[in-house]
């Protein structure tokens, strides 16, 4: 069904691959329609609580959008394509309903690494490199990666890093706070299944609600606080809070997906 990407899923998490790694797994249109036409379905499916984004292979996450692509566009395409990109893949990632975490397997580069930052957490191969070399090609981060590298690292480290467009280690963008671990390559699907699966325990609804109290503070105009409030009473009137308080009284495990 799928060209560019492929998926696996067992016990409640999707393993989302981005697969063409004869272009180190790089992101053309069709892959990023190919990704939000999946993560679509995956929203809906009631099987899947996690969604883990990962590259094909042990070279790359994603190298990048695909410069082959966009080497000839004008002003408005290239306008249109950082828009348009933003909404399908970028944005829609960051403000998804279930937790997506990045196992960054290689280069996280340019749209790559922009990738990476929209999901909610990162897990990094100890061989991966970051980095946004835009200005190298005559151009910015077009995906986001002025805002959220910035967020991420501060100001100071991101004007660094998208400046010199140079590339950073593994340990230095967990030392960044960059990136939430840091494994062997071998581990990294394992540890980020494991952390998917201690995600799995807790209640959907409660995290969909913190995925969009903390991506509220980030975002101009709203104030995180209110947004916090509001999430928070809504939880009250949910199955998911009968069943953990209930629970937590009753000494057992709170069973949220039944
Ligand atoms: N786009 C297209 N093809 C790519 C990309 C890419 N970003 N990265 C690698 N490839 C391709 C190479 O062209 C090569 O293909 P081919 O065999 O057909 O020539 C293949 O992947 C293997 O790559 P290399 O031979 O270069 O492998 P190396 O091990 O020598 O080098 C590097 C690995 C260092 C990762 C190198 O490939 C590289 O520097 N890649 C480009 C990295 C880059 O600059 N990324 C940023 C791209 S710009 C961007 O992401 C903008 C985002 C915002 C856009 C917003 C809309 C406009």
New binding site residues.
């Given amino acids: 069904m799928f060209e560019n990407i492929a998926l696996e899923i067992s016990n409640g998490i999707c393993i989302l691959t981005i697969n063409r790694p004869?272009?180190?797994n790089?992101?053309n249109k069709q892959t990023i329609e190919e990704t939000h036409k999946a993560l679509k379905d995956l929203e809906a499916d009631h099987q899947v609580g996690v969604v883990i984004l990962t590259g094909a292979e042990d070279?790359?996450f994603v190298?990048?959008?695909?410069?082959?692509?966009?080497a000839d566009?004008s002003i408005a395409q290239?306008g249109s394509?950082?828009q348009e990109?933003q909404k399908l893949l970028f944005d829609y990632v960051e403000h998804y309903t279930k937790p997506i975490i990045a196992a960054v397997n290689g280069?996280a580069?340019?749209?790559?690494l922009?990738l990476a930052m929209c999901a909610h957490i990162r897990v990094a191969s100890s061989n991966a490199k970051m980095g946004l070399?835009?200005v190298?090609?005559g151009?910015i981060?077009?995906?986001g990666?002025t805002q959220r590298l910035a967020q991420l690292v501060g100001k100071g480290k991101a004007n660094e890093m998208i400046f010199t467009a140079g590339m950073i280690s593994a340990e230095d963008a967990f030392q960044s706070g960059l990136v939430n671990a840091v494994v062997p390559q071998s581990e990294l699907i394992d540890t980020t299944k494991k952390m998917a699966s201690k995600i799995l325990r807790n209640s959907p609804m409660a995290i969909r609600s913190a995925i969009k109290a903390v991506n509220a503070g980030f975002t101009s105009g709203i104030n995180g606080y209110q947004v916090e409030i509001e999430e928070f009473a809504k939880c009250f009137g949910t199955d998911e809070f009968k069943e953990g308080t209930t629970a937590f009284l009753e000494k057992r495990k709170a069973n949220f997906r039944k």
């Fill in positions: 004869k272009q180190l790089a992101l070279k790359a190298a990048g959008a695909d410069i082959k692509e966009f566009f290239g394509l950082a990109g280069f580069l340019g749209g790559g922009e070399p835009e190298s090609l151009v981060p077009g995906y990666g």
